[in-house]
């Protein structure tokens, strides 16, 4: 009986562990209205680079008593260009200008406005620029949104008319240039919006000459801004490729001295350009429009320090490592494809020539030394990742050549890492380095996250605020490297118990994992966490041998829908603002926009499937494991016989970075990432396994003074690695034991290294060979 409810007591596990991860929200607090005006003053490319108090003024006054922040101008363009960012601006939403770029520039699009009464103006192409934006574009765009929401606005400047004109092209109250007393213009309309100019080109005499003119533009609007009211200032958008992080600064009641953020971005001193709109609406109180606006007001808190050059120098430090960390990414993760490609291919041979023949031919087995280099350079592409990840703790990107300080001191982590395996207690086991490796990979994304994901933000490996689509938590390939980290501890873990305790193991290790994905004040990865528990499910299923039957099957699966259904309930019942990823789908499927979102998801996927060099990553592993590893002659199956909870955790493996790249829109990221450290563990341990696979001594059940035979852990019940297949079969005596890194060995199985009495000829760790007996060399049981 008690077998027969276990699956359904771990499946309910589970299940507990990932809603109760998923559910809990953090307490952001709510934007209230604190004013009676909202005046927003744009400038195209300011940077914080920019400000100074001898340049700027007026802004760093401001920025003293006010709160700050760094703000991602995406739009639905790259590079949001200065036309895109007002649009932007107004919608409250990714949107974008119609027309084509010819080149990755920003083209000088002219904007015709026209004022056929002096008072307002109007837009004419505007009708045709919502009806792009909602026809050719994926994000459901209506510029004008914020127009709309308010009684009347008004507008300063060409940019201010792109954001303030209603979707129809009128703008309530225009004035080309600021006059010479603002004050009545400003007061006119609860809502104003300026444009203060452009700061553009790298010469930084001339960035200082145009930030000086628009500092004296700021002056102006401070001095006639209306009785209490809200100013913010933004640099609402690039000026040329690559795209940086600019300029946000927010003064008025209750914005005194903090970070400005906001529930998008989750990040202290982070906002984007979308959250703007629903910042001035909440701050006049005034009603969200509905399914329009995918920003969220932003917020002011505490922690900034009381000397603004300090503050300051935080957001452009920031912007320095994202700009460095466009320019490394790329050339990092090309050549660890590579890297591994190569790699796989130098395996090849030694896959070929590992297995020791019994009889008196066969070919000439490998050099040791040439094994063992080969065994290094596999732990180090494993540990590449992590140690990139870790690279960020050190400020790499403040050097002339950035690139070459992060390759050194990733380096110089991968030997260190690489060094600290090979020399790790248990290395000669067979799954001593998979075990070491994958704990220092789970160790250094888990801290990294558990103290608040600094490393993963703006790093090569992480995510970056200029691409706007995640600031804090888990990325992309964090997730990967954390799946493949966690389940493999899980079944290193679970190899080493009775067979009866491996699923509990297994849902421990797991479900300790998917709280730390999907908590949202960890990993914030709700998708990750639902794929982790179809991953965790699957792992548990047959961690303790035996074939994925149907049953397991169904209960794996269900566990994962269980989760998924439990929380989009949760997350339904929500308010809107505090809605998760899942939680705004079933809401946009109720009122008809899920397409949208299907279409966002389906194209984020195409466009990473096709340029991102993880995919490479992902194809070379997937190929090796079939075409090799998987063969006869590769070990893997014989590595999945003798130790049936590592091919459970890399089945979840599979599993769960498959779900979470397809669903979170990354296509084969999480795989790949995932395979760079799963594929080259698979293949030592596949060495290992092969070059052990004629001895005929009798490992020990690892325990002090047991050096022969024992008892099976499970009792003289006569199962093999499969888990419920009886011993004999087809004439061959085969006895289920145990092995020292816990597996049920079948006769014939390898002898442990470091195990038995020591080797001929000096050989560390090798049992003695045996005279080659008539028979089959090598007593091979497949995976169960």
Do not use: K
């Not at 709160?67 to 649009?87: E, F, K, N």
């Not at 609007?221 to 209306?226: I, K, M, Q, Y």
């Not at 009211?229 to 600019?246: I, K, N, Y």
């Not at 067979?499 to 193991?505: D, I, K, L």
């Amino acid at each position: 009986m008690l077998r027969r409810l276990t699956p359904v007591l771990l499946t309910l596990a589970v299940v507990v562990l990932g809603i109760t991860a998923l559910a809990a929200r953090p307490d952001n607090g709510a934007a209230e209205r604190s004013a009676d005006f909202v005046v927003l003053a744009g400038a195209a490319g300011l940077r914080w680079e920019d400000v100074d108090p001898q340049t700027t003024p007026t802004l760093w006054r401001m920025a003293e008593q006010g709160s700050i922040g760094s703000l991602s101008v995406r739009s639905a363009h790259r590079p949001t260009c200065p036309v895109d960012g007002w649009l932007t601006l107004g919608a409250g939403n990714f949107a974008a200008w119609n027309g084509s770029r010819s080149g990755e520039g920003c083209p000088a699009t002219g904007v015709t406005v026209e004022q056929p009464d002096g008072i307002g103006a109007n837009l004419p192409d505007q009708e045709g620029v919502v009806a792009y934006n909602q026809d050719r574009l994926s994000w459901g765009a209506t510029p004008g949104a914020l127009a709309e929401s308010v009684r009347c606005s008004v507008a300063v400047g060409p940019g201010a008319a792109v954001a303030a004109a209603r979707p129809f092209g009128r703008v309530d109250r225009y004035a080309p240039v600021l006059p010479a007393d603002p004050a009545r213009l400003l007061g006119s309309c609860v809502l104003s919006i300026v444009d203060l100019g452009t700061v553009d080109g790298e010469d930084p005499a001339s960035r200082a000459a145009q930030a000086r003119q628009v500092d004296a533009q700021l002056a102006r609007v401070l001095a006639a801004r209306p009785p209490r009211s809200l100013v913010l200032v933004a640099g609402v958008s690039d000026t040329d490729t690559p795209s940086r992080l600019h300029v946000a600064v927010a003064d008025g009641p209750g914005w005194e001295r903090g970070w400005l953020t906001s529930p998008s971005t989750a990040r202290e001193g982070y906002l984007q350009l979308v959250d703007l709109a629903p910042t001035a609406l909440a701050a006049l109180g005034r009603p969200m429009p509905e399914r329009l606006f995918l920003g969220r007001p932003a917020l002011s808190v505490d922690g900034r320090p009381d000397d603004l050059r300090a503050a300051i120098d935080a957001p452009a430090d920031a912007d320095r490592e994202a700009a460095a960390q466009r320019r490394v990414a790329g050339w990092f993760f090309t050549l660890l494809a590579a890297a591994q490609v190569a790699l796989a291919v130098a395996v090849l041979p030694l896959l070929r020539r590992a297995r020791r023949h019994a009889g008196p031919h066969g070919p000439e087995p490998v050099s040791r030394r040439v094994v063992a280099v080969v065994e290094l350079l596999l732990i180090g592409a494993a540990l590449a990742v992590p140690a990139a990840l870790l690279a960020d703790a050190v400020p790499w990107w403040r050097g002339h050549h950035a690139g070459w300080w992060f390759a050194s001191v990733t380096a110089l982590l991968v030997v260190g890492g690489t060094a600290a395996v090979r020399f790790s207690p248990g290395h000669e086991r067979t799954l001593g380095p998979l075990g070491a490796v994958a704990g220092l990979a789970t160790l250094v994304v888990g801290v990294d996250v558990l103290t608040g994901s600094r490393l993963q933000l703006n790093g090569v490996v992480g995510y970056s605020a200029l691409e706007g689509g995640r600031y804090a938590g888990l990325g992309t390939v964090g997730l990967g490297v954390f799946i493949a980290g966690s389940l493999l501890c899980g079944g290193w873990l679970a190899q080493r118990v009775r067979r009866a305790w491996r699923p509990a193991v297994m849902v421990a290790v797991g479900g300790a994992a998917v709280v730390i994905v999907g908590s949202p004040y960890l990993g914030a990865d709700s998708i990750g966490a639902i794929a982790l528990t179809a991953g965790v499910s699957v792992a548990a299923a047959i961690c303790s041998g035996g074939w994925l039957t149907v049953s397991r099957l169904a209960w794996a699966t269900m566990a994962g829908l269980a989760v998924t259904i439990g929380f989009a309930v949760v997350d339904a019942g929500r308010p809107e603002a505090e809605r998760g990823s899942l939680g705004r789908f079933l809401a946009a499927l109720g009122d008809g926009t899920g397409g949208l979102t299907v279409h966002r998801s389906s194209a984020a996927n195409f466009q990473t499937l096709v340029n991102s060099p993880l995919t490479v990553l992902a194809l070379a592993g997937a190929a090796l494991v079939w075409f090799a590893l998987l063969q006869p002659w590769g070990g893997l199956m014989r590595l999945f016989g003798i130790y049936p909870a590592i091919r459970a955790a890399m089945a979840g493996t599979g599993v769960a970075a498959g779900l979470g790249g397809v669903l979170g829109g990354s296509a084969l990221d999480v795989a790949g990432a995932a395979g760079a450290l799963v594929v080259p563990m698979a293949a030592l341990a596949a060495l290992r396994v092969l070059d052990h696979s004629t001895d005929r001594t009798q490992p020990g059940s690892g325990r002090p003074g047991d050096e022969g035979g024992a008892t099976p852990p499970d009792g003289p019940t006569g199962e093999g690695p499969s888990g419920g297949r009886p011993a004999g079969a087809a004439g061959a005596c085969r006895s289920a034991r145990p092995d020292p890194d816990g597996a049920d060995a079948p006769e014939g199985a390898p002898a442990e290294p470091g195990r038995g009495t020591p080797a001929p000829d000096g050989a560390a760790g090798r049992a003695p060979r045996v005279p080659a007996q008539p028979g089959p060399a090598s007593t091979e049981v497949p995976a169960g």
